[in-house]
């Protein structure tokens, strides 16, 4: 059976463009499919000129489940891909030095994954994707297992990280709050075998109000398209 | 107070033990009393069974054989349970014969190791390997197995080459598993030291050829501390494994 069929979409250097949809949809498939972690049975993916064909450098994937390494500390977690690279250990700790410090883990460097926070844990995650300096950024509900409070400043820190490092973030979600108050761009997909339903363009200013993102005639408009995807109908 | 439970039942069992020998109800040539194993234990020290084969000595070179024995069943067992849980193809290919040679007992193998190479520390190695590697075989296999796929996922998406993966990912993450291999592992590797030190002892040392010797000239006093010491050891090598198991897993 089809996953999805006919979903085609751009996305524009430095957009922030969220995809959401009910669950089971297929929108982890579609971010394993850029990824290079999984192969589409039709259809390709191009980032300007370039052909994806498999995992890249310029794509970044940050997990829901983190998918830190439970045997390195934070800096060796962040450092992975530099050393992946080949780069010499001083700079490259160093480098992950910057980042922990951006990141605002300082202090933590030398802690095990299972001794920070969810919210914590992510951080490095997103850290350890970042240091790759990826074109694009794919984001796999990233804040969906962690508690509200931290939710939301996770979500702000993640808008400060894109705007200083004009990274392109493609992020899925199953949060309406999230993808209004987040993105540029919203793409909604309906349930199995998934289409694209409606791509709503969210031209609000920035920094955004939480409140008033959530009542604005396109969370509304997003929200009452999830609503007919999701009850199934029969006859 | 949780300290000086753990010691209760066994007090408790050697002194009935102690009272039924006194009393004559478990006669000394069936099972020697605490007090007899004590006694030999002391013979065992400093005198040596037979004598001049001192306790110390014997100790050694059965853990000399053990270690032999063990370390070979770590180097071949630990690269090939990581290829066993990484490729399902090799783990198809290779199972069935890994579950037709494991059951058959160490024990079975003595004439064959005898004629391969002869009575001497090389068919107690043999043996030995033979009691550990499949443990340790095993136990990494599943642990490389149990894996969460996503750290694999996430190694890809960092780039990772597939030998990137086998040594930053699959090797590190099935460390816990090994050594729970090798507790299992140098566990049987003991047993089967014992067993195999029985039938085949070239120079007249190691715990079993002293129970053995034992048994020959009628002291049970000094079977039984045989037995003794090499539960003991049994344990400390235990121990010594759970300690070094947390030093280096700090991460679990």
């Given at each position: 059976m089809d996953v999805f069929r006919d979903i085609s979409f751009t996305v524009e250097h430095g957009q922030f463009v969220s995809i959401i949809g009910p669950?089971?949809?297929?929108k982890t498939t579609i971010l394993k499919i850029i990824s290079g972690l999984e192969k589409a049975s039709e259809g390709e993916i191009y980032i300007d000129d370039n052909h994806l064909?498999?995992?890249?450098?310029m794509v970044g994937l940050v997990f829901q489940e983190y998918?830190?390494?439970?045997?390195?500390?934070t800096l060796q977690n962040v450092e992975f891909g530099l050393e992946i690279k080949g780069m010499e250990k001083r700079r490259r700790k160093s480098a992950a030095g910057d980042y922990i410090k951006a990141f605002g883990l300082d202090g933590f460097?030398?802690?095990?994954?299972?001794?920070?926070s969810g919210g914590m844990q992510q951080r490095v995650a997103i850290a350890r994707t970042l240091i790759n300096d990826p074109a694009v950024l794919l984001m796999d509900?990233?804040?969906?297992?962690?508690d509200g409070p931290t939710r939301n400043s996770l979500q702000d820190f993640l808008l400060k990280i894109w705007q200083e490092r004009k990274v392109t973030i493609l992020f899925v979600t199953h949060s309406v709050e999230e993808a209004v108050y987040l993105s540029d761009r919203v793409i909604v997909l309906s349930g199995?075998?998934?289409?694209?339903?409606k791509i709503i363009d969210l031209d609000y200013?920035?920094?955004?109000g939480r409140t008033a993102i959530r009542s604005s005639p396109a969370a509304k408009e997003i929200f009452d398209l999830l609503t007919d995807e999701t009850i199934p109908v029969h006859m | 107070m949780k300290r000086i439970r753990i010691y209760i039942a066994p007090l408790v069992l050697i002194a009935i033990w102690q009272c039924l020998s006194w009393s004559g109800i478990i006669p000394y040539f069936m099972l020697p009393s605490p007090f007899n194993i004590i006694a030999a234990l002391w013979d065992i020290i400093?005198?040596?069974?037979?004598?001049?084969?001192?306790l110390h000595d014997h100790l050694l070179y059965s853990l000399y054989r053990v270690l032999l024995g063990f370390a070979a069943a770590v180097i071949a067992g630990v690269p090939l349970g990581i290829l066993m849980g990484w490729s399902t193809r090799l783990r198809e290919f290779v199972s069935p014969l890994v579950e037709m040679v494991?059951?058959?007992?160490?024990?079975?193998w003595v004439p064959i190791a005898i004629l391969w190479f002869g009575i001497g520390i090389r068919s107690a190695a043999f043996i030995i390997f033979l009691g550990a590697f499949f443990p340790v075989l095993l136990n990494t296999a599943s642990g490389v197995h149990s894996i969460s796929p996503i750290l694999i996922d996430a190694a890809r998406t960092l780039n990772a080459t597939d030998k990137d993966i086998f040594f930053k990912v699959l090797v590190p993450g099935s460390v816990p598993s090994i050594f729970t291999g090798m507790r299992v592992g140098v566990g049987v590797a003991w047993m089967t030291l014992v067993a195999a030190e029985f039938v085949s002892v070239?120079?007249?040392?190691?715990l079993g050829y002293m129970i053995m010797v034992a048994r020959d000239i009628q002291r049970p006093d000094e079977i039984l501390a045989g037995m003794v010491i090499i539960g003991l050891t049994g344990l400390v090598i235990n121990i010594l494994l759970r300690y070094a198991e947390s030093w280096i897993v700090r991460w679990n």
């Open positions: 669950s089971g949809c297929g064909t498999g995992p890249d450098k998918a830190l390494f439970p045997w390195r500390t460097e030398d802690k095990y994954p299972f001794e920070l509900e990233p804040f969906s297992s962690l199995r075998p998934a289409k694209i339903v200013p920035r920094p955004r | 400093f005198t040596g069974v037979p004598p001049g084969h001192l494991r059951p058959i007992p160490p024990l079975a070239e120079n007249g040392y190691g």
